[in-house]
């Protein structure tokens, strides 16, 4: 791969032609249509997201006199160059002289670039730029991009996997699922965590089609002119939660549905005897773990495990062993009462407190409350064995 430093390219010159698309949120073109700021493989325009302070600090950083740090062009061909890093740099700068968005004068007033001060204007307009363009083949340059992530906000797994698989797959991919104009992510995002901007609903959308498999899935597909089994699959996944359960939760959002989907989805439920489940169990202060509710209800209601019941606090567990063990003693046999029903060596067992679990005497599931007269402490051995029935 080889690089040349340029140093004379202004701000003036790369927002020569500059193209801003709201809707996919990207800036497309400058350098008078010569380059082309945010290629397939780059990600979404993220310095407008959290009130624009990174775009504004570009523009404050430019009228102080201040670096914004190394830009590197892709030398495609003698005519055309595409942005390898500073993509949001160089669309900060293009939305901001295209009257996009506004900074804060000397005395804290809103200023937009069409009316500043000429002088001002034109501070911006030359300031020089520190650009490097690289020329290489596809492969030394996308190996390259994956190895540098210098920007200030580091490249993210799908986004590099965006990066280095970029076709028309991924174009579609995140034509549907990376596009925050798109109606559907308000429901999405109602069991999906992250934003349409940083690739999070293509990420799981391709980890559900996938089983887990998200590079081995879009490299064997990156040439697909189509996107048919990924939304498919998708929109099957959010369908089959929100049939199940009609009630949403908080605690829904970023479960892994596709591994539960994969399991649960031939089973039946009945919509309403679910949604009362889960009302009763968000009711149940011992209930420490909302998050397994849902994944519990799907496998039967069964596996108490994935609530994690509130165990019996330490100073209940001590009176119950100290009133079994007294009793114990007096009759010569164990004091883990099941134990006691035993033929071995372990019949008189006194255990020690480090040995002994509490158990539910009534289970949780059947109704049994953390309240002392719910508890016996068992031996390990059979508490385990007991479980939590
Ligand atoms: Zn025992």
């Known amino acids: 791969?080889?690089?040349?430093?340029?140093?004379?390219?202004?701000?003036?010159?790369?927002?020569?032609?500059?193209?801003?698309?709201?809707?996919?949120?990207?800036?497309?073109?400058?350098?008078?249509?010569?380059l082309t700021i945010q290629p397939e493989y780059q990600r979404n325009y993220i310095y407008a997201?959290?009130?624009?302070?990174?775009?504004?600090?570009?523009?404050?950083?430019?009228?102080?006199?201040?670096?914004?740090?190394?830009?590197?062009?892709?030398?495609?061909?003698?005519?055309?160059?595409?942005?390898?890093?500073?993509?949001?740099?160089?669309?900060?700068?293009?939305?901001?002289?295209?009257d996009k968005f506004a900074v804060k004068d000397a005395n804290g007033m809103e200023q937009y670039y069409g009316g500043m001060a000429k002088d001002k204007q034109a501070k911006i307009l030359e300031t020089k730029l520190t650009i490097y363009?690289?020329?290489?083949?596809?492969?030394?340059?996308?190996?390259?991009?994956?190895?540098?992530?210098?920007?200030?906000?580091p490249l993210n797994n799908q986004e590099l996997l965006n990066a280095v698989y970029s076709g028309p797959f991924v174009t579609l991919g995140k034509a549907e699922f990376s596009n925050?104009?798109?109606?559907?992510?308000?429901?999405?995002s109602a069991y999906v965590k992250g934003s349409a901007n940083r690739q999070e609903f293509l990420e799981r959308a391709f980890d559900w089609v996938s089983k887990g498999n998200i590079g081995d899935y879009i490299s064997r597909h990156r040439y697909d002119d189509n996107?048919?089994?990924?939304?498919?699959?998708?929109?099957?996944?959010?369908?089959?939660?929100?049939?199940?359960?009609?009630?949403?939760?908080?605690e829904m959002r970023g479960l892994e549905w596709g591994r539960l989907y994969e399991e649960y989805h031939k089973k039946a439920y009945n919509p309403a005897k679910v949604s009362a489940e889960v009302q009763m169990l968000y009711a149940d202060p011992y209930i420490k773990n909302r998050k397994g509710i849902f994944e519990y209800i799907l496998g039967g209601s069964i596996d108490t495990k994935l609530l994690e019941v509130r165990v019996f606090d330490?100073?209940?567990?001590?009176?119950?062993?100290?009133?079994?063990?007294?009793?114990?003693?007096?009759?010569?046999?164990?004091?883990?009462?099941?134990?006691?029903?035993?033929?071995?060596?372990?019949k008189a067992k006194i255990w020690s407190l480090n040995d002994m679990d509490a158990d539910h005497v009534s289970a949780w599931s059947k109704g049994g409350k953390g309240d002392i007269k719910n508890c016996q402490m068992l031996c390990k051995t059979h508490n385990r064995a007991k479980g939590n029935r």
Request: hydrophobic share 35%; net charge negative; glycine share 10%.
């Open 1 to 34: 791969m080889q690089t040349t430093l340029k140093t004379t390219i202004t701000v003036n010159d790369i927002c020569e032609g500059f193209v801003y698309n709201e809707l996919e949120g990207k800036g497309l073109f400058g350098l008078s249509g010569k």
């Open 49 to 98: 997201s959290d009130g624009g302070k990174k775009e504004i600090a570009v523009i404050e950083s430019i009228l102080k006199g201040y670096p914004i740090g190394l830009i590197y062009f892709n030398k495609i061909n003698e005519g055309n160059l595409e942005v390898l890093d500073g993509q949001q740099r160089i669309t900060s700068l293009g939305r901001f002289v295209t």
């Open 133 to 153: 363009e690289c020329e290489g083949t596809e492969s030394e340059i996308k190996e390259w991009f994956k190895t540098i992530n210098i920007v200030g906000v």
């Open 180 to 188: 925050s104009q798109n109606a559907n992510i308000q429901k999405w």
């Open 227 to 250: 996107i048919k089994e990924l939304k498919t699959y998708f929109n099957s996944v959010i369908d089959w939660v929100s049939s199940v359960f009609t009630d949403v939760e908080s």
């Open 314 to 346: 330490e100073a209940t567990k001590k009176t119950v062993y100290a009133e079994q063990t007294a009793k114990a003693e007096k009759k010569g046999e164990s004091n883990c009462p099941l134990c006691t029903l035993g033929h071995d060596a372990n």
